[in-house]
């Protein structure tokens, strides 16, 4: 049984799943250790929740900087003052560069310092880790690499960040047989990886689906003498969670502990996606609990999946409760959160509840994006509230969003599948009195409703309202109206209408 409190449903004492052991053997991933416990619960969540949360203090915008003037210092004015610029100096400018996204520029100064720099000033390792990062960044795969190799060719050795940043980003453009062989000569040339190298192949890995091959890694860390850090944790953890094995990722959870590892607010939040995406709010409680045990507080994106996850369920009173907790906490809900609640007002028909909603958000400063809109004109239409439904698309046009027939057109569909089709014709008239223009798609969709509904004569009509607005059906329209036919059990109509398309149509 669950008990009740501040409006979430926490498992009580009593219940067995409070004393359940989550134990089993992750020994092949190196992270199972024999000690390792179930983490033991508290039983409130909304403290957590509620708990004052310690804001970073206030930090002044840097400027912007201004790299032609930082040139200009460097090539011109110190050696006019009679300084001459060393490479901590040249390698401040190339990773401005790299920062503003010019690696190209960076390059060229590299070059400099190679080659008109001559013997006074050349490139280090740190210059060149600089410029292969910022190429990478721009995704500039092929340059980067280049790069790493004409590295080698002038016999600057690379040290464990040029392989580490060459390692990443080959992963991170999906060429992980590349990154794998560049760890492998990283060894065979004895620059020791680290867990930053060994954590960006097993990010590779998880990406690519390649499983076997990151429980490989982990073997290969073991006898490099690296463990895994809490970085290789929520990676394993995010990859079992998107390919729904929370089960697997609990015990690796579990087995943190035990290996000293220390779950951080990532390696919660993981855990609490994987089980709010299944809709196992029992399991997403008790993670929410551990971290008030840890003394974590939630973070905003804490609040999204859990705040989804009731807007999901239709647990209106629960999502309300998140909301009012993340304001509290200091956390101002975003276009996500206003968007989840919004969907599911206008959904369960609390359409005037969605507006003070939506006012709510534009007054907080918040822009609604299509999504929004696109559920409040769907809850609107609901309720026969045309004309809030018009003064909402001309306040749309004001915000600078053009919805198109595709906005319109998904709601109308959404509408047709609840059998609402008169409700998606209105729809249409308000298109033609926005001066939106409705398009094959929207007739179509429009025709499958009334289809659906078995009034084939106007299903029908539509189509010279659609050849009379200038469109052409095609073959999707016909084969709808063949399949309401059939549907409808009028057989001799369908083949009819076959012949008559067939002959008068050219279809």
Known sequence: MYTRGARLYVPSPSHPRAAAVHHSSSGNLGLQSSHSEPRTRVRRIAPALAAPRQHAPHRERRPRPRMGEAMDVLLRRMPEFGCTPNVVNYNTLLKGFRNEKRAQEALELLRMMADDGGGSCPPDVVAYNTVINGFF????????????????????????????????????????????????????????????????????????????????????????????????????????????????????????????????????????????????LADMHDILDLMVADSISPNHQTFNIVFCAYAKGGMIDEAMHIFDQMMQQGLSPDVVNYGALIDVLCKLGKVDEAMLKFNQMTKEGVTPNIIVLNSLVYGLCTVNRWEMAEELFSEMLKQGIHPDATFFTTIMRNLCNEGRVMEAQSLVDLMVRVDVRPDVISYTTLIDGYCLAGRMEEAVKLLDVMVSAGLKPNVVAYNTLLCGYCRAGRIDDAFRFFREIRVARGV
């Open 137 to 280: 960044r721009e995704g500039q795969v092929d340059k980067a690499y280049g790069l790493f190799h004409e590295m080698l060719d002038r016999g600057i050795l690379p040290d464990v960040v040029t392989y580490t940043t060459v390692v990443d980003g080959l992963c991170k453009a999906g060429a992980v047989s590349r990154a794998k062989g560049v760890l492998q000569e990283m060894i065979h040339k004895g620059v020791k990886p680290n867990m930053n190298t060994y954590n960006c192949l097993i990010n590779g890995y998880c990406t690519s689906g390649q499983w076997k091959e990151v429980v490989r890694i982990l073997k290969e860390m073991s006898t490099q003498g690296q463990r895994p850090n809490v970085v290789t944790c929520n990676l394993l953890l995010d990859y079992l969670c998107k390919n729904r094995n929370s089960t697997e990722a609990r015990k690796i959870f579990d087995s943190m502990i035990g290996k000293g590892i220390q779950p951080d607010v990532t390696t919660y939040t993981i855990l609490l996606n994987g089980y709010a995406s299944k809709g196992d």
